[in-house]
């Protein structure tokens, strides 16, 4: 490890909670003034799922099963030289190095989960926001979440010694969960050259689009150049009219995880019984709330949202041309 860098892993692990916990607030003003779609409320639909299960409870317990039972133990089964192989880079490449290789990775176990029936169980769930902003890259499934994260984290502590290691972690968390809210973001930005290179939200929310030209394209996640370079991208230059999976999916945390492994017929859980009551808990719960909290935080979530995507009959020419040509 760089001299300069001993005795920093307690200020990298501060410096970056303080800015996970600001992030969000930029995002959401970039939200309000400009809006990829419009009339999207803060609270959208799926708002407490996300943040209170995914982001809080959730990562919570991962990050504890995935470094603790997981990294741990299998840096000693593997007799890992504790010395670091790579450690005496430069911090900054050291960084570049596992960002790039990373994100190569997860361009393929993606594009993969897209093709595979029983991956996609593990990846459906992320499809399943309607209302994609910042909070909605957060919504990631349990085990998608692990095989991730351990493939991620594993070579840093197999490549670097414990205290660089240490300072790598943060910065490489920071990183993911910075960029997962940029390319989520509900904000219209225009990459221009640049978006050859690095990822943003124009390509992801399409990936969102519940329309069938997207369901295998823009897999990429940091890096846009995966897509350029392996033909999976699409950017047809107007907005997405639909967006999540094609069918009835779960509302809750729970149910979500439960619906990946045993299909259930949703509606007979969520609209009548014990189940309609508890997923309207959450509603009563925020509809108590309106008094005391700006009205612009309920805008109707698909206030204008119909306008902003092609005429339905020009994405029925394009649907049909293409898959005239197709056939
Ligand atoms: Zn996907
Ligand atoms: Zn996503």
Do not use: C
């Amino acid at each position: 490890m760089e001299e300069w860098l001993s005795g920093w892993t307690w200020n990298v692990e501060s410096i970056s909670g303080l800015i996970l916990l600001m992030t969000p607030f930029v995002f959401i003003l970039l939200e309000r003034y400009f809006p990829y779609q419009k009339g999207l409320s803060i609270f959208r639909k799926g708002f407490w799922i996300d943040f209170l299960w995914y982001t809080l409870i959730q990562s919570f317990f991962l990050k504890i099963l995935i470094f603790d039972y997981i990294i741990a133990p299998s840096e000693v089964a593997l007799g890992i030289d504790k010395t670091g192989y790579i450690s005496h880079w430069p911090l900054w490449a050291i960084v570049l190095f596992f960002v790039i290789t990373h994100d190569f990775y997860i361009y393929w176990f993606h594009r993969f989960q897209h093709s595979n029936p029983w991956f996609w169980r593990t990846h459906e769930a992320h499809h399943s926001v309607e209302n994609v902003d910042w909070l909605a890259g957060s919504r990631s499934h349990v085990v998608e979440i692990i095989i991730n994260q351990t493939i991620e984290f594993l070579p840093i502590f197999f490549l670097l010694d414990v205290q660089t290691a240490a300072i790598v972690v943060p910065i490489k968390a920071l990183i993911d969960a910075l960029w997962g809210q940029f390319i989520h973001a509900n904000i219209d930005v225009k990459l221009g050259r640049l978006g050859y290179l690095i990822n943003g939200p124009e390509l992801h929310q399409w990936h969102h689009a519940d329309h069938a030209e997207v369901y295998h394209a823009n897999f990429s996640t940091k890096l846009a150049l995966w897509d350029w370079m392996f033909g999976t991208i699409y950017k047809p230059g107007f907005k997405p009219r639909r967006f999540g999976v094609w069918y009835r999916f779960p509302r809750g945390w729970a149910e979500q995880h439960v619906f990946s492994i045993f299909r259930f017929k949703v509606s007979d859980w969520e609209d009548q019984g014990i189940g309609k009551q508890i997923n309207n808990l959450r509603i009563n719960l925020l509809n108590r709330m309106r008094p005391w909290l700006p009205k612009s935080w309920f805008a109707d979530r698909l206030d204008g949202h119909e306008k902003y995507g092609p005429k339905p009959e020009l994405y029925d020419r394009i649907h049909r041309t293409r898959s005239n040509s197709m056939a």
